[in-house]
């Protein structure tokens, strides 16, 4: 699924203990509480929205998520700017579809290591190294757009950069949660991570083709450029976040690859997600479904592309309940099944209105999902683990939705698209069976008790 993430930053030394926080209040244990995220008699219709205590209560989240938020949107905005550019130097659908690649493998190879990296040192500094460097990238993007540069290789290398700096900090910034906010508060926590996530997904494209259609890509750029002081100043701001625990020499990547295969629980949610990703993910065959299905064109390609995130979005603002879900194994494994059947509906009925509605249900329950998996990461490993763990976390969200885009393109070359959508839901379908029978112990996973 696609959690961004997505979408919504480790120790300096060995024998080092946690720097000591001067403002309890801000950065609070992140032992589990019993305590409820949403008082008992706040109304029903009240707590059906997203729970904003963690922004009430904590100001180091309050200024992370605020920085987040509007960093997510600058990036959208960048991440549209580019693809415009390459397209307007080369007229090549296949040369646009280059910055894809030049953006994973960064992703992938910077996402491990800089998992390990967020074990080991401070990590409100490398939140602070890798915020700086995109607020820097972007600059230079506004650099070459105002002087008029024709490089392709230049837009390219920039999105190399940027992905690099994005996964060498990701890890350590979500790692930094857990010491934000109370544990009871992470549920709602997450839930409000997805929430600035999808606003980037959903605002930064629009107003990223609002901006460059009247006044160019430098103007993205540079929006995306000023964008980041909110990030830099909110993680500038926190005390120092050196992981917790007794490190035991160097963090390994491999370490983090060995502690995820002997925590059942943790493999359990990392094996669902992939499910979804890889047979659930049809965004590759939306051009050709947007023709076959509903006789459409590029704007219902984007009504098709956007519709998961919109659904995401609303499964986030509504998402006050999740607090109260002590059996998050459940509802991962729930919320997998109905991305799967929401799916494999969307394949079998071509109507483009109840299609958008069904690929908007799927995206509510990828929300969901994410909600629950990156809450159960957080508070059964610990803390020294954290950061490798969320390494893996963007391997899997990077690379996942990649073999979903090649599993649903072959399926539709030897029958159709139709078929490939319908079967890669059931699929998906299946092997949430397959693992709750595998794995029963993961159906009884109570957040009150966290176990990896």
Not at 22 to 48: L, M
Not at 101 to 120: C, E, H, M, N, R
Not at 186 to 210: D, E, K, Q, R
Not at 372 to 390: V, Y
Request: glycine fraction near 10%.
């Amino acid at each position: 699924m696609t959690s961004n993430q997505p979408p919504d930053t480790p120790t300096a030394d060995a024998a080092s203990a946690p720097a000591p926080v001067t403002a309890p209040s801000s950065v609070p244990s992140s032992r589990p509480s019993s305590r409820p995220s949403s008082a008992p008699d706040v109304p029903w219709y009240r707590r059906a929205f997203a729970d904003l205590s963690p922004l009430r209560e904590n100001a180091d989240y309050r200024r992370v998520w605020s920085g987040q938020a509007v960093s997510s949107i600058g990036q959208q905005m960048t991440a549209v700017a580019v693809s415009v550019q390459v397209y307007d130097l080369t007229g090549s659908a296949f040369a646009t579809g280059l910055v894809g690649l030049f953006s994973l493998v960064p992703l992938v190879a910077f996402g491990l290591y800089g998992g390990a990296i967020a074990d080991t040192v401070d990590r409100r500094k490398l939140g602070l190294i890798g915020s700086a460097g995109l607020a820097a990238v972007s600059a230079l993007l506004a650099a070459q757009a105002l002087a008029g540069l024709s490089l392709v290789a230049l837009l390219y290398a920039a999105v190399a950069l940027q992905a690099g700096f994005f996964a060498l900090s990701s890890p350590a910034r979500s790692a930094m949660i857990p010491r934000l906010v109370p544990a009871h508060q992470l549920p709602a926590a997450n839930a409000l991570n997805t929430v600035s996530m999808n606003l980037g997904l959903t605002v930064g494209p629009m107003l990223g083709g609002v901006l460059i259609g009247a006044f160019g890509a430098q103007t993205a750029y540079l929006v995306d450029t000023v964008a980041f002081t909110g990030t830099l100043y909110a993680v500038w701001r926190l005390p120092a976040m050196r992981p917790e625990g007794e490190r035991k020499g160097r963090a390994s990547v491999l370490d983090g690859l060995r502690f995820l295969r002997e925590q059942p629980n943790l493999r359990t949610s990392f094996l669902a997600d992939l499910a979804a990703m890889i047979f659930g993910m049809p965004r590759a065959l939306f051009p050709a479904i947007a023709v076959t299905f509903y006789a459409g064109d590029a704007r219902t390609v984007g009504l098709l592309v956007s519709a998961p995130a919109v659904g995401a979005l609303i499964g986030a603002l509504f998402s006050g309940w999740v607090g109260r879900v002590r059996r998050q194994g459940v509802a991962i494994l729930a919320a997998v099944s109905a991305w799967g059947l929401a799916i494999a509906a969307f394949g079998a009925l071509h109507n483009l209105w109840l299609g958008l509605l069904l690929l908007a249900v799927a995206g509510c329950a990828d929300t969901v999902s994410m909600i629950f998996r990156n809450t159960m990461m957080q508070t059964a490993a610990p803390d020294e683990m954290r950061g490798r763990l969320q390494g893996i976390f963007i391997v899997v969200v990077a690379g996942g939705p990649r073999l979903g885009d090649f599993e649903s393109g072959a399926v539709a070359a030897l029958s159709n698209p139709a078929t490939s959508v319908i079967t890669g839901g059931l699929a998906c379908v299946a092997c949430v069976l397959l693992l709750a029978a595998r794995r029963p112990a993961f159906l009884t996973y109570d957040a009150r008790h966290p176990t990896p």
